[in-house]
């Protein structure tokens, strides 16, 4: 009798300790901090370290990718997925080739980039255009008038670029002389 009874008292704590458990379970979550806004947490995204880009390389094209919106100004490093997105944002960028890797740390963010090398200038009716081997279109603005001296020129190209900075231009005329 007396064991059925402890057993029954130890049944009815357990019960009441499970009960307890869910009722607080919502109150304990908003006392508890979110870690991912905790100020140790955050990174300033102007702070990504990207390896040491060619002479083409626009200085501070992170600085682009965040006025642009292509990253936010702050990013948390413990945010699911953070590596791929920011994998991502850096790959649209038009002189970057491939995004070989992106490590996210406590003490911030780097990626090992590989960047686009201009080859040839190709001119149009419309204007000069930069090109990389695989004929990839870069941002003409880029360039100074005395960088499109430094190159080879294709000249009376009937085509116009098939797309923005970083796409292929789309003609086998240009990626042939490419």
Known sequence: VVAA???RRWSLIALAIVGAALLLTPYV???LPILEEL????FDTTRLQVSPPNRWVPHGFV???VDDGRLPTELSLLEPGLAERVAAALSEYPWVKEVAEVRVTRGGISADLKYRVPVLMIETRTGMYPVDRDSRLLPPKDFAASDLQRFP????????????AGTEWGDPIVLGAA
Not at 153 to 164: D, E, I, Q, R, S
């Open 63 to 65: 600085q682009q990718l």
């Open 5 to 7: 009874i402890h057993a």
């Open 39 to 42: 100020p140790e947490y955050r």
């Open 29 to 31: 979550r908003q006392w």
């Open 153 to 164: 020129k294709l000249v009376n190209v009937p085509t116009t670029p098939a797309g923005p």
